[in-house]
Structure formats: C-alpha cells, structure tokens
C-alpha cells in the first residue's frame, strides 16, 4: 500500500493547501459556553455514557407536559458566531437516543443560529436564520433572508428530505456559509461526510447588520407548533466536536482533536 501524504501530494501539483484558523470549539462540556436554554423540564448535561471523541459530551433532554403551554429548548449557546458578510465553516457531531421515535413525524430542532431583535419591537423578538432539524426520520435545513420587520417580510429557503436519519449511532453535520442578503451567498451542507446541499448565487441571511448566535441543542419545537404526537414523552440527543472556523476541517468533528498539547488538524480535500 502507498501512503500519500497531503502536503506532498500539494506541492507536487503547484498548488498550496489552505490556512485554516478555527475560530471557536467545544469538545463535549459545559465550560466555553456563554449561556444555556433549558425551558420547563429541560437540561442541559455534561456526560461521560455516550460520546463522540474524548471523555465528555453534552446530553440534551426535553420532557412533554401537558400542563406547560411554552417552548422546548434545550441549547448550548455561543454569541456572535456570524453576521451579514462573513463565510465560514460550522459544525457538530450528534446522537439521538436509542429507540427514538420517528414516528409519527414531528419536527426536532437540531441547531440553529439565532438573533435578539426584540429593540426593533417585531411581533418576533429572537428570529432564528438557519436552521437545521429533523421531520421524521429526514434531515431538514433552511436559510432566511429578507426584512426581520414586519414578519411577513421574512423569506425562507428550504432544503427538504435530505438524508434519512438513524438512531442510537453518531452523525456529523458541516455547514459553509456565506452570510449575504443579496443574491450573491451560499449555502452547503455535509451529513456524514457527504455534501447534500450546494447552492449558490442565493441570499442567506437577513438584511440586519447584527451578530447572529450559534445554537446546538434539541428544540422539541413539533410539541409547540403543532401538539405532541406519539407515545415518546421524553427525548434525548447528544452532541460532541462543536467548532466553527474558516475551513472544513476546523469545524467537521472528525478533522481536529483537541489534545494535551493543543489542537490537531487533518487534511482533507474538501480544504483544497
């Protein structure tokens, strides 16, 4: 077997790999973060039973209750992840519970990022751009552009029925952005390694100028749009390897570890 090394194989074609810099990551724990929801039942947990890479990971559960008429959330939340302008990188790794539900098929939030608009006094105080779920078993994603004020201003482009989703096993997200109001960004996705979205020449984020909030985390937001269906009370997702960065191998879960002596990257060709 010949063993090709990146930077060689580079070199040998004239052409240079890209310098990445990984702007933030969270490996699975509490510390790092600057705030966490966790509505009526919910939690937010560092945990050792199920994890991606290292020792810990974040568990993330949200209870039914018939008797609570609110929200579902259950989020790490990091400020000022993008606004309008940049282009990076964004990724998790996650697991849902064992025996998970799919159906009936309900909505399951699984990531989002998310901005406080409630000084320009809209009917929509936090208005989540992108967004990233499951309906059922498929994996959903969306990006919004347009006027956060008055709401019907708001245009959302959807990304239906993207990959089916399993079970009490790992899974990886990748996104890459380039967050524009005008018909110049765009948006790709990668679920296990395998891009399912490319689209180009699209707006992606709204007009508003401020910074946006990355969120990863369940919002049993099915429960409040639309009722609680089914017969599971009781849900659980788990998430590790949380980064975002200017390349793909900064924020996908399986191109950095962090170590004793700092972080270690490797090269992929999606960094090309």
Same mark, same amino acid.
């Given at each position: 077997m010949?063993s090709?090394n990146?930077?060689?194989?580079?070199?040998a074609l004239?052409?240079t790999?890209?310098?990445?810099?990984? *702007?933030?990551?969270?490996?699975g724990?509490?510390a790092?973060?600057?705030?966490?929801?966790?509505e009526n039942k919910g939690?937010?947990?560092?945990?050792t039973?199920?994890?991606? #890479?290292?020792?810990?990971?974040l568990?993330?559960?949200?209870?039914?209750?018939s008797?609570?008429?609110g929200?579902?959330h259950?989020e790490?939340?990091?400020?000022?992840?993008y606004? #309008?302008?940049?282009?990076?990188f964004? !990724?998790?790794? *996650?697991r849902l519970?064992?025996?998970?539900?799919?159906?009936?098929a309900?909505?399951?939030?699984?990531?989002?990022?998310?901005?406080?608009?409630?000084?320009?006094?809209?009917?929509?105080?936090?208005m989540?751009?992108t967004?990233v779920w499951i309906e !059922?078993?498929?994996l959903q994603?969306?990006v919004?552009?347009?006027d956060?004020c008055p709401?019907?201003s708001?245009k959302?482009?959807p990304f239906?029925?993207l990959?089916?989703?399993t079970a009490?096993v790992?899974h990886?997200?990748?996104?890459q952005?380039?967050? #524009?109001?005008?018909?110049?960004?765009f948006?790709?996705?990668?679920y296990?390694?395998?891009?399912?979205v490319?689209?180009y020449?699209?707006?992606?984020?709204?007009?508003d100028?401020?910074?946006?909030?990355?969120r990863?985390?369940?919002?049993?937001? !099915?429960?409040y749009?639309?009722g609680y269906q089914g017969s599971?009370g009781?849900r659980q997702?788990?998430?590790?390897?949380i980064?975002?960065g200017?390349?793909f191998?900064?924020?996908?879960?399986?191109?950095?570890v962090?170590?004793?002596g700092g972080?270690?990257?490797q090269?992929?060709?999606?960094?090309?």
């Amino acid at each position: 077997m010949v063993s090709l090394n990146l930077s060689s194989v580079l070199l040998a074609l004239g052409l240079t790999s890209v310098q990445a810099t990984q *702007f933030w990551h969270n490996t699975g724990t509490k510390a790092g973060w600057n705030t966490f929801t966790h509505e009526n039942k919910g939690t937010v947990d560092e945990v050792t039973d199920q994890v991606y #890479k290292g020792p810990t990971a974040l568990r993330m559960t949200q209870i039914h209750d018939s008797s609570y008429g609110g929200r579902y959330h259950s989020e790490a939340v990091r400020y000022d992840v993008y606004r #309008k302008g940049d282009t990076g990188f964004y !990724g998790f790794a *996650f697991r849902l519970q064992d025996g998970w539900q799919f159906s009936p098929a309900q909505e399951f939030n699984l990531a989002q990022f998310i901005a406080d608009f409630t000084s320009l006094g809209c009917k929509e105080t936090y208005m989540p751009s992108t967004m990233v779920w499951i309906e !059922g078993d498929q994996l959903q994603a969306r990006v919004k552009h347009g006027d956060v004020c008055p709401t019907t201003s708001q245009k959302i482009t959807p990304f239906k029925n993207l990959k089916t989703v399993t079970a009490g096993v790992w899974h990886r997200v990748v996104i890459q952005a380039s967050w #524009k109001s005008d018909s110049t960004g765009f948006f790709k996705l990668w679920y296990d390694g395998e891009k399912v979205v490319e689209s180009y020449n699209i707006p992606t984020t709204v007009g508003d100028g401020r910074y946006f909030q990355f969120r990863v985390g369940l919002y049993a937001n !099915g429960w409040y749009d639309h009722g609680y269906q089914g017969s599971q009370g009781t849900r659980q997702v788990w998430y590790d390897q949380i980064a975002a960065g200017s390349a793909f191998k900064d924020a996908d879960p399986d191109g950095w570890v962090a170590t004793t002596g700092g972080l270690r990257f490797q090269n992929t060709y999606d960094d090309l």
